[in-house]
């Protein structure tokens, strides 16, 4: 039950929230923006919406920016984990709250936001590696395409894959680079591993489903059925992943929800 409280000749604000996004890089970002848009319209809350485009800088500018525009509350999908304190130090001098979501930062001091709103990314590349133990018997040999270096999901997944693998010696590691979560990054690394390291290739774990999408696209120019000859195992679970799925060219794809607008407003609200 929701009540208003109306007094007289007081004219209830919008409150004003400054989004700054990591960028545009694949279909899971496009949903998690879509999301924060459309439940900021729905709810009456200005949203100022910055997008980084895959530039740690772009994103410090947009905080000083909201900070200068004093809005009631800043949120945060940091592009990496390390490089945060000195412009958060500057919004918490401000008093405005800030609100991580999608991606954690590593800083000594806590203080500096009020919480974070996002997956269990380790938790993520520990069931891959399960699934792809059970699927495999425990042998394969793995090309990693990982995600942007210093991300919280790349550092993640991958440490949550290896960590697992330890318990599969038949499972190796042969190759991992970063393919940056785009789609083009995935295929140009993919068409790289195959040069070098040919049908030696059993398996691809891609730490989301555009690079997989895009690694799809290098097998089968390469003339081998993904899905098939090479296992390949993601996350995210976009829609065409799904699909791909359906269609035997990807084999697993672990869920990664991005749908957070309607959480981080309940909590901006709060706050
Ligand atoms: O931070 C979440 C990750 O970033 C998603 O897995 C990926 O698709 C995105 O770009």
Redesign the pocket.
Known sequence: LALTFLVPGVVAKPIKVGFAQ?GA?????TANTQSMKSEAEKRGIELKFADGQGKQENQIRAIRSFIAQRVDAIVL?PIVETGWDPVLREAKRAGIPVVLT??TIQTADESLYACFIG?D?YEEGRMAADWLAKKTGGKGSIVELQ?TPG???ANERRRAFADALTKHPGLKIIDSQSGD?RRSGGKEVMEAFLKKHGRAITVVYA????MALGAVQAIQEAGRKPGTDIIIVS??AIKEAIQAVVDGKINCTVE?NPLFGPKVYDTVTKL
């Open positions: 990591t890089e694949s279909a899971w970002r999908a999608d991606r997956s990314f995600g991300s919280a999901p979560f730490h989301n489903d555009d996350i995210d990664c």
